[in-house]
């Protein structure tokens, strides 16, 4: 860590001139472990922040200058705007994200009273789905409030952080990255009821087994506008349920309710798309039980099952996140493995026994690269804590 923060240091005073009044930051990426697609239909999700993340080093300014500078995209070099200038634009790349931060606050009523240097080093893959853009996002809230004592808590940075990526940036995304991220436990999972906000820690204990996250490189293209797609199919189909039942969301409905009822939805492709939205936030509740019970394998089952839904119903996989779990599933010593986050690439997350990692990396990747015909790379990785200041 120490060495991890003086290189930073070091790097701001090369790109700022000097390291006076810098302060080192971080913030975790995210992996989900059961219920996806689920956070934008009412219902629930059970992500864990992880140890990786992004660093930031910042500091004010007494200017409105902002200046931003990633470690992970050197050639863009030093991108600079302004407090006067808070608007969207493709050649602000990245800074977008943290620009959209700041917007919001204002928007929510805080405005920013200066300017910035931000420099960041992200150590969560690229596009691999692990939520590189939420890290960022709360990271530069809790940087805000840090600067300014903006009176918010780190639930308020989950919903500042959203907010931004919705209105500033154009994604249509739900709360579960951003609030994964602001509120992470170290060795805990968190169940979260998107519908009202509440949420529970749930220890993540695996008992001889770590989670293993395989990134399949493939590179993301129409997964936005697909993640779009799949939303106002689920509006569409919930606004066909209503006609008959009374409920505000999909993730009201139980299993059996909702099979009563599926004649109402008009369509057979949007039948199936609320089917996994209905299921899978019953089979969430379900996994957050068994893992308290302290049964894996059954978690590891419904893991399974979320897979199987995705792949055939919401139709989110694809060919690279399909093969990375099919020949998961055939490692012995692998308790359940599945997609996580938006799908259409980036990574899956296995349960793996300590003894079989070894083989699950060599096997799987071996697999991935004869029928993909690139690799995949593979991450033992830990749930780890929120955002914090780096003394
Ligand atoms: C992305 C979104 C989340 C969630 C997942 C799918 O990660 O940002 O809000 O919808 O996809 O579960």
Not at 19 to 25: G, H, W
Not at 56 to 61: E, L, N
Not at 227 to 249: D, F, G, H, W
Not at 367 to 389: L, Q, R, S, T
Request: glycine fraction near 10%; charge should be negative; charged fraction near 25%.
């Amino acid at each position: 860590m120490e060495n991890i923060r003086e290189s930073l240091l070091e790097k701001f005073g090369e790109i700022f001139g000097d390291t006076v009044d810098a302060k080192v930051y971080f913030a975790p990426g995210r992996v989900n472990l059961i219920g996806e697609h689920t956070d934008y239909n009412g219902g629930h999700v059970f992500p864990c922040a992880l140890t990786i993340g992004t660093y930031g080093v910042a500091r004010k300014r007494t200017d409105n200058r902002l200046r931003f500078y990633s470690m992970n995209f050197e050639k863009l070099g030093l991108v600079e705007s302004s407090l006067d200038d808070l608007t969207p634009s493709p050649e602000a790349d990245w800074t977008n994200y943290p620009k959209g931060v700041i917007w919001a606050f204002g928007e929510k009523g805080m405005k920013v009273p200066g300017g910035m240097d931000l420099l960041l080093l992200g150590n969560i893959p690229n596009g691999s789905g692990l939520s590189s853009s939420a890290s960022v996002e709360v990271l530069t809230g809790f940087v805000l409030r840090d600067f300014f004592g903006f009176d918010v808590t780190n639930q308020d940075l989950a919903l500042i952080g959203q907010f931004s990526e919705n209105q500033f940036n154009k994604v249509n995304c739900g709360i579960m990255d951003q609030f994964a991220i602001a509120m992470g436990k170290k060795d805990n999972a968190i169940f979260l009821d998107t519908a009202d906000l509440s949420y529970e820690y749930a220890p993540i204990i695996l008992k001889g087994a770590k989670l293993v996250i395989a990134c399949s490189n493939k590179k993301r293209g129409l997964g936005d506008s697909k993640y779009n797609e799949r939303r106002s199919e689920c509006e569409t189909a919930l606004a066909e349920l209503q006609k008959a039942v009374p409920i505000a969301s999909l993730g009201e409905l139980d299993e059996e309710t909702f099979e009563k009822n599926a004649g109402l939805i008009e369509n057979e492709v949007r039948r199936r798309r609320a089917k996994h939205a209905v299921y899978e936030n019953q089979r969430t509740i379900r996994a957050v039980k068994a893992l308290k019970a302290n049964d894996i394998e059954a978690f590891g089952q419904l893991m399974n099952a979320s897979h199987v839904s995705l792949r055939d119903d919401y139709e989110v996989t694809g060919i690279e996140l399909d093969t990375l779990v099919e020949e998961a599933w055939k490692v012995d010593g692998v308790i359940g493995s599945r997609m996580t986050g938006a799908g259409f690439g980036g990574c899956t997350v296995s349960i793996v026994k300590d003894e079989a990692i070894d083989e699950f990396i060599e096997k799987v990747g071996a697999a991935y690269k004869e029928k993909i015909g690139y690799n995949a790379d593979f991450y033992v990785v830990e749930a780890g804590d929120g955002p914090c200041v780096m003394e």
